[in-house]
């Protein structure tokens, strides 16, 4: 079973055949976007720009940046909580990442800008969208439903957490916490859109922090706080407000919206989780539930209620033609039917995600993909060279026997 | 006495109420102001502002995610030095930072924007007023001198680092060597005085960076640095230049002001601190009279003769009314006048420090808080569940036991 | 030999020595520039500036943040993959870094803004030079290679990492990766120039994750990854296409070259380090010559002929004599003589490596500077004081023994 694991050819030939794909496919599609390119002099004359502040670069990179921090650093580290896989969270989120990046960079140059053949790219669009958590959520949850293992209990032992263990993960959720404003804003129309963006998730992070503490404390019988919820449930307000984020949500509405999302997200993780795994056979090792689908089906409502409620009166006709991208095909449509596209928006994401998690899940129970023995799951040494660990208990303890000989003695008198 | 710890209903009934507070107080008074409102966009033509680049998001977002940084990251893992509290130390300052980011947001409002019964809000004023550090400093070792335990030698094996603690703290240290020169030049007027202050900051912190390594090196009898010191007295130049940041102080004065707290810090840190704990009962375990208490009164010191060393001819008269607010009521103040205003202001600092200080520590003392006991001090224990750790050690004792019965037998021998 | 180690006078003298010059160097030489000079608001009336946005501090300040995550973070805890050597990696880098932004505002400033006997500083150019990776790595290792001892196997033990000190160096490294598209267009041009450096940048550091991963399983007789691996050559591509950035080098170029270097670099770190060492002498403990020399090389290569294929058709004449500086002296060079000059550069700066590093490794060898003995390289507790470690090991020991005598008994009975 433990041979199946041996990734020498496996990992390198999707790697090489994956790069070499998109260098083929980057050399074909990809070019320079104007603001990126040599001819930007001559397109700053003729469109009567005077600075090069105003080349998309300055607005947009600052969040990009702040974004990558999240993905890098954020989640990296976020998921270094376990004690023996911290060198596969932060090592395979980097790979993941980087292999993520350069496809988002052609899947949204082919959605968005195909242009006589080719695509045109800019400071890359970082992501936001309305149902990426949800979506995201239910689909790696349905994939981890579909490849449960009975037998999993035997790398129980190895499915938690040490004390420094849990101080990197805090690296990651304060990475996470700090830049959910850039990443909420970050796609945001320039101006008040992203100004009202960055508010709206600041205001709703800061309270889903305290209601985190307070139902952690409350939940447990000694009162004493759990490094899991502080690690994750204090972001499910950023989750949450989303959607409605750069909408005109108001600050308190957003502290509502993190008030109650830090409390079902922790009420999650006490309750839920253990539920679902004992009776559902549905094993959710880093709260994905919890952090990602509970508040993204609550921001999902919150943004198609704080659609639907959407007046001339406090967006100016202009403004709520270009939030809700009334215009063209969508000219006319009234802020009810956007509520009501957008609550049947979060339906259709739930249909897609578990009917994409099945087939997924399907594949991967192929014998094929070298997956690890029931007995050695959540643990590094299976796909990493590990440093030695130099005998240091073995020789305390050799010491203490060899200093305190008296005790042994005194011991072995009874 | 153990009994008095559990914060099962104390902590989640604070964090309720404050929060909801907050809800009711945002309700009631917190408006988006003009530049996160969707009028943003009929203020721009009413006002000839051509470019969304003047919204105030750009100029004050990314200064004001450093100082995020600084606040989340920087104070929360510098004081993950202490190796039992890490926990401890990085989410209380979390808790309180989430408390005290949106209680900011109100009393700046009422105090700054207050206007027909609500407060605008618009992209945050991360602080980094005159008195912060002197003021937060004194106040804090007020109540700790208040609070002193006569007993808490039973802890002191608890107060102390070890070498991953030390560097986990390190990154905090860096974090806020780095994001120094935004937190002075945060809240600066934009264009040369924000220019100026981020570069005097940065002259002052890289200045008081040697005279520490210097210090630390010399009071060692065998010549070894601290990690106490590269942790804390680094930073000491970026306290002690806040109030004079954004003056024409330059760039040799700021090397010499770094210079000069580098060396009061790491002193401090060698001889006061254990002399204030032994003979005053004044416990300060991360020594903030050595980092903020001292060179903020060096600075206040430093602020107040830059001031009054002001010329026309040096700062042009438009740009000394503005630096120094010389308009108003204050129109037609010297700098003479000012320098002596800003020295007075330290000494009011101060004398609310310590009433306030020990109002507050009086208030403390009240037996209804939970406190832990003498033995328990500098522990996550108390409030935290920790994770199990493995029994590593005695398992390679075990072993060693196990594989070398010949020495126990010798031993046995004897 | 270990009295050698004693820095107490020698340290503080050299960091008390150098910062006094500094500080007179600066009171001679260094003033503000405009941009942060009071007379800034006069010089914006006489030159029509419309606003603050276009003082350099707005375009330049976030990509030098930046930098300094990646000089103070990045390279202090990329280092701390030495298990025993963490307090001196991030301290000792911490300290050089100060000594040497001061010494670089006073460089630049002689070399680029001398005029009147003064020098104008304004935000701090970081760096990026065409040469600095090649020249760098091969001035150290010509260092290393003089100062080779011969007995440093008796520190074998040391040189090495475990769980903890991988995790930490990760820090490093992500920030290194994020950041370096700042890195490598902090002081192009702004406009188009800076963002095609920002994109050429992260696409060829995205195809280095890749090879470099596969490399790693696939020289591994179980295919297991290294973390050595993962820590440095990821960041390959961006030495590689530093010379090139912000060329018209064509997004699917800069893939190819990330390709080429992710492997070029790990096979280094299996192959050709292990060869250098047991062979030439030449110990590379953190593998400069895989990170920087030969990506550096590859890069200086890739640079000249990106030079040479210039056109004015892809870059307009404007821009092709503002991207190579073909104005002034060198006005009407062409391409491809600038493509053999750069390639010339590349040489001589290899040239300058070897003399400079042969000079300062000789007298780097003279016996006064206090080196480790060499049972004592790569450890911290030479120039430190340590935390005392708590003999949790030994306690545990006792309680073991103490609590499962029987065993004990046994193993004596036979």
């Known amino acids: 079973m433990l041979k199946n694991t041996i990734m020498r050819w496996k990992l390198p030939l999707v790697c090489f055949i994956w790069e070499t794909a998109m260098i083929v496919l980057f050399g074909v599609f990809a070019r320079y976007d ?7 002099s001559e397109y700053k004359k003729a469109n009567n720009i005077s600075s090069d502040s105003e080349n998309d670069f300055y607005y947009r990179y600052p969040s990009f940046q702040d974004v990558h921090v999240m993905i890098f650093v954020g989640f990296g580290f976020l998921m270094t909580f376990l004690k023996k896989y911290g060198f596969g969270s932060v090592s395979f989120n980097f790979l993941l990442a980087a292999f993520g990046v ?5 899947m949204q140059g082919w959605l968005h800008t195909f242009e006589g053949g080719k695509i045109h790219v800019s400071v890359i669009d970082a992501g936001g969208s309305m149902t990426i958590h949800t979506f995201g959520a239910y689909f790696g949850l349905t994939v981890a439903w579909i490849l449960h293992r009975r037998n999993l209990s035997k790398s129980s032992s190895n499915e938690g957490s040490n004390y420094q263990a849990d101080l990197f993960s805090m690296i990651g959720t304060l990475f996470l916490w700090m ?3 850039s990443f909420n804003s970050a796609v945001s ?3 008040d859109a992203q100004h009202r963006a960055a508010l709206n998730t600041y205001c709703s992070l800061a309270a889903s922090v305290l209601t985190t503490v307070a139902i952690s404390s409350l939940t447990n019988k000694s009162g004493k706080l759990s490094m899991v919820h502080i690690q994750n449930a204090t972001l499910a307000g950023g989750v949450a407000v989303g959607t409605a984020a750069e909408m005109y949500l108001t600050m308190y509405g957003a502290l509502i919206v993190g008030f109650i999302c830090g409390i ?8 839920l989780s253990p539920f679902l795994s004992s009776k559902l056979g549905l094993h959710d090792t880093c709260g994905i539930n919890n952090l990602h689908g509970m ?13 639907a409620c959407a007046t001339v009166g406090v967006y100016t006709l202009d403004g709520m033609n270009e939030m809700f991208r009334f215009t063209g095909d969508f000219a006319g449509r009234s802020p009810s039917t956007q509520g009501g596209y957008q609550a049947a928006g979060i339906f259709v994401s739930l249909a897609f995600a578990f009917v994409g998690g099945t087939i997924v899940g399907l594949i991967l129970k192929l014998p094929i993909w070298g997956e690890p023995s029931d007995e050695n799951c959540f ?9 030695e660990e130099e005998p240091d208990d073995v020789e305390a303890a050799k010491q203490y026997v060899t200093h305190a000989p008296d005790q042994f003695k005194e011991i072995n008198k009874d």
Chains 1, 2, 3 share one sequence.
């Open 179 to 181: 830049y959910w404003p």
């Open 379 to 387: 643990v590094d040494v299976v796909y990493w060279e590990l440093p």
């Open 264 to 271: 079902v997200s922790t009420l999650g993780y006490v309750y």
């Open 295 to 307: 508040p993204g089906i609550i921001g999902g409502i919150v943004g198609a209620v704080t659609a």
């Open 34 to 40: 104007i603001g990126a390119d040599p001819h930007w």
């Open 189 to 191: 129309n320039t101006g």
């Open 102 to 106: 350069q496809w988002a960079i052609l």
